[in-house]
């Protein structure tokens, strides 16, 4: 069972339940997360097994081969439009034979028609050739381009074991995950018991994939189609690609802000830097991908610390994101802070060169495999001259979340395409193991509140008992984890009906100096981000492929113009550039374009006029008890 999952935060040193009626959508038939071309540098091969044993019956009045056809034609029509796939056979084409494996259909742009006549001409036959029909199989997957990061999946389905031995199928699977960081092999057990089911669980493992067994037709096909739409949906990253050093004194020079990427290994511990000023904001925010469902433990993930170039390297920030179950990997992400002191006088708040590393914690029995890294820089100027910030924001107010009808939407796979919301009630699908996300605009004082509500899902008889989990993250711009404040933000899902929730506080300029982690990290207007995830062993118990999810949204409050004190309405703002700030990452500087990493003395003298508004303010609250 999974518990309430909480990140943990190092010392800041020296700064600082129904668902709405009606069906779920179903099964999408070519709908990308993401608005445009599939990503590039992703696909899929299928591999089926065609031997001898697939004429079996496989109950239902259908054979083996036939039950593989029907499911091979649910998810090639699941898969988004364009999203590279293929299919190779083994044991079609001669009577035995241990090199008896073709490819029937290329790696190509999706053709659904071509695939469904390509499997419909398929007659099984032969051996069992798994080794050779997986390496063959690498090689049909186009190379990714130099400094991207894609996903390259190997499907396989199988009703038995390799009866060649050799190559042995698992050594075959663990040379083939030591190519890169991009590879994964999946399987699929098809009526498979005993020797047969544990070597395609050793496939999948070494392969750093996931293994999904199938008694039944109807099983296959949802195994099937789930496998099929994790892979195109796997994360898609952003940047610019950079080697972390090994050492702090080996630290890689990040360009300035924006997003990079690079890969980090079980224990590995990566180390880049930045030169700040001495009184911009800036946060460093990681992303580390497994692949879904592969092995963990409970403490595994990434540790993330910002330090100094004192003599003294002091520490100014420091986050973990841990995967707090032993399900299976799960995306991982949180930012540490640079944020100057309301006096400035503290030894991260001098102007110079930071460090930032990022570790990974790896248990034994833990996925081996390399994870792919995307790292942000976001810098952060300060107020403009004459503006005096309102007072910080700490308490939680009690928001009514929505009851409208939901609108389908589909979540995006990650942080670069996460799909836009408003206020108001949403409804998608989840694979187990797969992640959404989501992002809302909430304005200087304004505050989010939501909810994401699972149904009462249709359980399978053989999966009574078993439990999985759900649960929902938030993240500011930076990617720092905003927190669980007074919500519950993970639950424990057997398939009835169960939610989680988050929120935040109002936004407001001055909350950077609180000492909550759930107040410090909304401190300024603009794209919140929500993650809603279902973990992998619902796939255990889900009779349907995916699980139904309504989302409500509410963001309480009337935008401010900007983050002073007494800021008028957004609506009633006369100077469209008042009191604004911007975050240099974005382009969205003042005068329209990227902030510089260095900002000026005027920087400075606001800064310290706002430290005493903010020592005012802090006052004013002790007063009035609310601190």
């Given at each position: 069972?999974?518990?309430?999952?909480?990140?943990?935060?190092?010392?800041?040193?020296?700064?600082?339940?129904?668902?709405?009626?009606?069906?779920?959508?179903?099964?999408?038939?070519?709908?990308?997360?993401?608005?445009?071309?599939?990503?590039?540098?992703?696909?899929?091969?299928?591999?089926?097994?065609?031997?001898?044993?697939?004429?079996?019956?496989?109950?239902?009045?259908?054979?083996?081969?036939?039950?593989?056809?029907?499911?091979?034609?649910?998810?090639?029509?699941?898969?988004?439009?364009?999203?590279?796939?293929?299919?190779?056979?083994?044991?079609?084409?001669?009577?035995?034979?241990?090199?008896?494996?073709?490819?029937?259909?290329?790696?190509?742009?999706?053709?659904?028609?071509?695939?469904?006549?390509?499997?419909?001409?398929?007659?099984?036959?032969?051996?069992?050739?798994?080794?050779?029909?997986?390496?063959?199989?690498?090689?049909?997957?186009?190379?990714?381009?130099?400094?991207?990061?894609?996903?390259?999946?190997?499907?396989?389905?199988?009703?038995?074991?390799?009866?060649?031995?050799?190559?042995?199928?698992?050594?075959?699977?663990?040379?083939?995950?030591?190519?890169?960081?991009?590879?994964?092999?999946?399987?699929?057990?098809?009526?498979?018991?005993?020797?047969?089911?544990?070597?395609?669980?050793?496939?999948?493992?070494?392969?750093?994939?996931?293994?999904?067994?199938?008694?039944?037709?109807?099983?296959?096909?949802?195994?099937?189609?789930?496998?099929?739409?994790?892979?195109?949906?796997?994360?898609?990253?952003?940047?610019?690609?950079?080697?972390?050093?090994?050492?702090?004194?080996?630290?890689?020079?990040?360009?300035?802000?924006?997003?990079?990427?690079?890969?980090?290994?079980?224990?590995?511990?990566?180390?880049?830097?930045?030169?700040?000023?001495?009184?911009?904001?800036?946060?460093?925010?990681?992303?580390?991908?497994?692949?879904?469902?592969?092995?963990?433990?409970?403490?595994?993930?990434?540790?993330?610390?910002?330090?100094?170039?004192?003599?003294?390297?002091?520490?100014?920030?420091?986050?973990?994101?841990?995967?707090?179950?032993?399900?299976?990997?799960?995306?991982?992400?949180?930012?540490?802070?640079?944020?100057?002191?309301?006096?400035?006088?503290?030894?991260?708040?001098?102007?110079?060169?930071?460090?930032?590393?990022?570790?990974?914690?790896?248990?034994?029995?833990?996925?081996?495999?390399?994870?792919?890294?995307?790292?942000?820089?976001?810098?952060?100027?300060?107020?403009?001259?004459?503006?005096?910030?309102?007072?910080?924001?700490?308490?939680?107010?009690?928001?009514?979340?929505?009851?409208?009808?939901?609108?389908?939407?589909?979540?995006?796979?990650?942080?670069?395409?996460?799909?836009?919301?408003?206020?108001?009630?949403?409804?998608?699908?989840?694979?187990?193991?797969?992640?959404?996300?989501?992002?809302?605009?909430?304005?200087?004082?304004?505050?989010?509140?939501?909810?994401?509500?699972?149904?009462?899902?249709?359980?399978?008889?053989?999966?009574?008992?078993?439990?999985?989990?759900?649960?929902?993250?938030?993240?500011?711009?930076?990617?720092?984890?905003?927190?669980?404040?007074?919500?519950?933000?993970?639950?424990?899902?057997?398939?009835?009906?169960?939610?989680?929730?988050?929120?935040?506080?109002?936004?407001?300029?001055?909350?950077?100096?609180?000492?909550?982690?759930?107040?410090?990290?909304?401190?300024?207007?603009?794209?919140?981000?929500?993650?809603?995830?279902?973990?992998?062993?619902?796939?255990?118990?889900?009779?349907?492929?995916?699980?139904?999810?309504?989302?409500?949204?509410?963001?309480?409050?009337?935008?401010?113009?900007?983050?002073?004190?007494n800021a008028p309405a957004l609506a009633q703002r006369s100077d469209n550039k008042a009191g604004k700030t911007a975050t240099a990452v974005q382009g969205s500087g003042d005068d329209g374009g990227n902030l510089p990493l260095v900002a000026g003395a005027s920087g400075a003298a606001v800064l310290a006029a706002a430290a005493v508004a903010y020592i005012l303010v802090r006052k004013n609250s002790r007063n009035r008890g609310t601190q």
């Open positions: 069972m999974r518990g309430l999952h909480r990140r943990t935060a190092g010392a800041v040193a020296g700064a600082l339940l129904a668902l709405a009626a009606g069906p779920l959508p179903a099964a999408r038939a070519a709908a990308p997360a993401q608005d445009g071309p599939p990503p590039a540098d992703s696909s899929l091969v299928m591999v089926l097994d065609s031997s001898g044993s697939m004429r079996d019956d496989a109950g239902g009045g259908q054979t083996r081969i036939q039950a593989a056809r029907d499911a091979i034609g649910s998810v090639v029509d699941s898969l988004p439009d364009g999203y590279p796939t293929g299919l190779r056979v083994y044991g079609a084409d001669r009577e035995s034979g241990c090199t008896d494996t073709r490819l029937v259909k290329p790696v190509t742009a999706l053709d659904r028609a071509g695939l469904k006549e390509a499997v419909a001409a398929v007659k099984p036959k032969g051996d069992t050739p798994i080794g050779h029909s997986l390496r063959q199989a690498a090689k049909d997957l186009p190379e990714p381009a130099a400094g991207t990061v894609g996903h390259r999946s190997i499907l396989l389905i199988s009703d038995g074991e390799d009866n060649c031995g050799t190559p042995p199928p698992c050594e075959v699977a663990e040379e083939l995950g030591k190519q890169g960081v991009d590879l994964r092999i999946d399987t699929i057990g098809f009526q498979v018991r005993g020797k047969a089911r544990k070597q395609l669980e050793c496939i999948a493992e070494a392969g750093h994939g996931s293994y999904y067994d199938a008694p039944d037709a109807a099983a296959l096909g949802r195994q099937l189609q789930r496998a099929g739409q994790l892979s195109a949906d796997a994360y898609r990253f952003k940047g610019e690609p950079v080697t972390g050093g090994p050492k702090a004194e080996d630290a890689a020079d990040l360009a300035g802000p924006g997003q990079y990427l690079d890969s980090i290994g079980p224990g590995e511990t990566r180390w880049y830097s930045a030169a700040l000023d001495a009184i911009s904001a800036a946060d460093f925010g990681a992303t580390a991908v497994p692949n879904p469902g592969v092995p963990v433990k409970y403490g595994d993930g990434i540790r993330l610390r910002l330090r100094a170039t004192d003599p003294y390297t002091s520490q100014c920030d420091a986050q973990d994101d841990n995967v707090q179950q032993e399900e299976g990997a799960r995306v991982l992400t949180n930012a540490v802070s640079r944020i100057p002191s309301p006096d400035g006088g503290q030894a991260c708040d001098k102007a110079g060169r930071y460090l930032f590393s990022v570790e990974r914690v790896t248990s034994p029995g833990a996925d081996q495999a390399r994870w792919p890294l995307e790292l942000r820089l976001g810098v952060e100027a300060p107020l403009k001259a004459g503006v005096t910030p309102a007072q910080s924001e700490t308490e939680y107010a009690d928001i009514a979340l929505p009851t409208a009808a939901p609108k389908d939407v589909e979540g995006g796979t990650g942080f670069n395409d996460a799909r836009a919301l408003t206020a108001g009630v949403w409804r998608d699908r989840l694979l187990p193991g797969q992640t959404r996300y989501y992002k809302i605009p909430v304005g200087w004082g304004q505050q989010l509140r939501y909810r994401a509500e699972f149904a009462n899902e249709p359980k399978l008889q053989e999966g009574s008992g078993v439990s999985s989990y759900v649960d929902t993250d938030l993240y500011s711009e930076g990617r720092g984890i905003v927190g669980d404040g007074p919500y519950t933000s993970s639950r424990s899902y057997y398939g009835d009906p169960v939610a989680t929730d988050l929120g935040t506080v109002p936004v407001s300029w001055t909350n950077r100096w609180e000492s909550a982690g759930t107040v410090r990290a909304v401190r300024h207007q603009g794209d919140y981000y929500l993650t809603v995830r279902l973990g992998p062993n619902a796939a255990r118990f889900a009779q349907n492929a995916a699980i139904g999810v309504v989302l409500r949204v509410a963001v309480a409050g009337e935008a401010k113009a900007g983050p002073q004190h």
